[in-house]
Nanobody, 122 residues
Framework: VQLQASGGGLVRAGGSLTLSCTVS??????MNWFRQAPGKEREFVAH????????YYADSVKGRFTISRDNAKNTVYLQMNNLKPEDTAVYYC??????????????????WGQGTQVTVSS
């Protein structure tokens, strides 16, 4: 199983970015995004189920970020709008452990993508 994340970059506050995560080797019911800012723990950002009928967000991104997926491409997206400097972090796509549906902490994650840097300037 490989998770390949892309789409990060440098953007000004208020701007938008879309991250992508392409999964090879298997299709997973639960797909998620985490992020890790410098000096902080890796934190949960967003979750989506297999058919996109259920999503869940961290309070800090609710109303600004949208997670979606294209199962034909085995790709998960994270549309990030109205970005703030505090959104600056390395973003990771993640697949949870077998016994977990929504991974609330990094310990709940079975597979990680390689991370993509998002930097928001003020």
């Amino acid at each position: 199983v490989q998770l390949q994340a892309s789409g990060g970059g440098l953007v000004r506050a208020g701007g938008s970015l879309t991250l992508s995560c392409t999964v090879s080797g298997q299709t997973f019911n639960s797909m998620n995004w985490f992020r890790q800012a410098p000096g902080k723990e890796r934190e949960f950002v967003a979750h989506i189920n297999l058919y996109g009928t259920s999503t869940y967000y961290a309070d800090s991104v609710k109303g600004r970020f949208t997670i979606s997926r294209d199962n034909a491409k085995n790709t998960v997206y994270l549309q990030m709008n109205n970005l703030k400097p505090e959104d600056t972090a390395v973003y990771y796509c993640a697949v949870p452990n077998l016994s977990v549906f929504i991974p609330h902490t990094a310990r709940d994650v079975r597979y990680w993508g390689q991370g993509t840097q998002v930097t928001v300037s003020s």
